[in-house]
T-cell receptor, first 110, second 115 residues
Framework: AQSVTQLGSHVSVSEGALVLLRCNYSSSVPPYLFWYVQYPNQGLQLLLKYTTGATLVKGINGFEAEFKKSETSFHLTKPSAHMSDAAEYFCAVKDDKLIFGTGTRLQVFP | DTAVSQTPKYLVTQMGNDKSIKCEQNLGHDTMYWYKQDSKKFLKIMFSYNNKELIINETVPNRFSPKSPDKAHLNLHINSLELGDSAVYFC??????????????FGPGTRLTVL
């Protein structure tokens, strides 16, 4: 069965600092991987996805993620955090259904 | 031109009552889902319908009954509400084709509070 582990339930960064949110997956087949963002009191919005091809995937709002098969990782990064990036971030792997990680809350301090 | 919409956005009710949440998508997708997000933000799928047919039914109490009148609608009826049912319920939809990634589009959620 596929699974997702997000390391760190809370991440705090200063505005302008690098954002790194970690995600490791377990899958017996080539995975489809996703990052979703949830702003307060809103639904989930797709940030980016990896299916096949280029392992560095660019998403919305300046985020990107790199699929590393050898490390079974799909970490999310952004070079410079903005206050508006404060939200809950979910990594997910697709089996016959989407399996979500437990989420990482990103706080951005001025 | 909302893609996935849910009503109501907030639902406050007493234990033992029966309530329904409605979901509609205008994306032309063939698969719809219900998720439950608990107070710790953990998201878990409850049901999935493909072309009005139930294809995923996770371990959910049978007090929860989904109904899909057509591909664009998926409703969730909950009988005999319990305190533990308090959560945010999200509807989502996707196109489940062999060439697609099946990315899901989510509605804004329905916050259910059972008193």
């Amino acid at each position: 069965a596929q699974s997702v582990t997000q390391l760190g339930s809370h991440v705090s960064v200063s505005e302008g600092a690098l954002v790194l949110l970690r995600c490791n997956y377990s899958s017996s087949v080539p995975p489809y991987l996703f990052w979703y963002v949830q702003y307060p009191n809103q639904g989930l919005q797709l940030l980016l996805k990896y299916t096949t091809g280029a392992t560095l995937v660019k998403g919305i709002n300046g985020f990107e993620a790199e699929f590393k098969k050898s490390e079974t990782s799909f970490h999310l990064t952004k070079p410079s955090a903005h206050m508006s990036d404060a939200a809950e971030y979910f990594c997910a792997v697709k089996d016959d259904k989407l399996i979500f990680g437990t989420g990482t809350r990103l706080q951005v301090f001025p | 031109d909302t893609a996935v919409s849910q009503t109501p956005k907030y639902l406050v009710t007493q234990m033992g009552n029966d309530k329904s949440i409605k979901c509609e998508q205008n994306l032309g997708h063939d698969t719809m889902y219900w998720y439950k997000q608990d107070s710790k933000k953990f998201l878990k799928i409850m049901f999935s319908y493909n072309n009005k047919e139930l294809i995923i039914n996770e371990t959910v109490p049978n007090r929860f009954s989904p109904k899909s009148p057509d591909k664009a609608h998926l409703n969730l009826h909950i009988n005999s509400l319990e305190l533990g049912d308090s959560a945010v319920y999200f509807c989502a939809s996707s196109f489940t084709g062999t060439s697609g990634s099946g990315e899901q589009f989510f509605g804004p959620g329905t916050r259910l509070t059972v008193l």
